[in-house]
């Protein structure tokens, strides 16, 4: 069975451009969610997607943003980059319910010049 | 505001030693805990889940935690290291509607392993 997949695996970016990842859940999983992972830290959530409604942000700008296509599918945006927004973008799904586990994708390595 | 702290950022241990990863949490309600293990450059693998129930759990690759809701405490165990255990290992807590919607990292500990 395949995993989460996401989209492309690595990508450099000008500051000011903008960026699309994208994430292909779990067969069966309605649940999408986005991490930012910046070098030497953990994680940190950026959006939460069920059944294509948005059922949780993160703290971060409204450069983010984010969507779920009817078959789970999800994509990342983010405008106008900072340097800063250099990092490992992690995707990952799930069932959605109570009680169950989120399984990550191997995520994006954006670096941004 | 939910919370996770791993107070050690970088251990080492010798291949074949025992190994404790020390994880305290803050959260309001019973919480959905977590430790999953990051390979350079590489996703995130989930090594063990607490949600309810005994709170001794065990885990893929022969680790265990213990859940003291007393201490906040979520540790992770394994009583003998192998070299390919090295990478670093992330406790977390589900903060959202569900266990898995929003799910809350501590900043990690790199673990060495000494031949």
């Known amino acids: 069975d395949a995993g989460v997949t996401q989209s492309p695996t690595h990508l450099i970016k000008t500051r000011g451009q903008h960026v699309t990842l994208r994430c292909s859940p779990i067969?069966?999983?309605?649940?999408v969610s986005w991490y930012q992972q910046v070098l030497g830290q953990g994680p940190q959530f950026i959006f939460q997607?069920?059944?294509?409604?948005?059922?949780g942000r993160g703290n971060f700008p409204d450069r983010f943003s984010a969507r779920q296509f009817p078959n789970y599918s999800s994509e990342l945006n983010v405008n106008a980059l900072l340097l800063g927004d250099s990092a490992l973008y992690l995707c990952?799904?799930?069932?959605?319910?109570?009680?169950?586990?989120?399984?990550f994708g191997q995520g994006t390595r954006l670096t941004v010049v | 505001a939910q919370s996770v702290t791993q107070p050690d950022i970088h251990i080492t241990v010798s291949e074949g030693a025992s190994l404790e990863l020390r994880c305290n949490y803050s959260?309001?309600?019973?919480?959905?805990l977590f430790w999953y293990v990051q390979s350079p450059g590489q996703g995130l693998q989930l090594l063990l889940k607490y949600f309810s129930g005994d709170t001794l759990v065990q885990g893929i690759k022969g680790f265990e935690a213990e859940f003291k809701r007393s201490q906040s405490s979520f540790n992770l165990r394994k009583p003998s290291v192998h070299w390919s255990d090295a990478a670093e290992y992330f406790c977390?807590?589900?903060?959202?509607?569900?266990?898995?919607?929003?799910?809350?990292f501590g900043s990690g500990t790199r673990l060495s392993i000494r031949p």
């Open positions: 959260y309001g309600a019973t919480p959905y």
């Open positions: 067969s069966g999983h309605k649940s």
């Open positions: 997607y069920y059944e294509k409604e948005e059922r």
């Open positions: 977390a807590v589900g903060a959202g509607y569900s266990s898995a919607s929003k799910i809350i």
């Open positions: 990952a799904s799930s069932l959605g319910g109570l009680n169950t586990e989120a399984f």
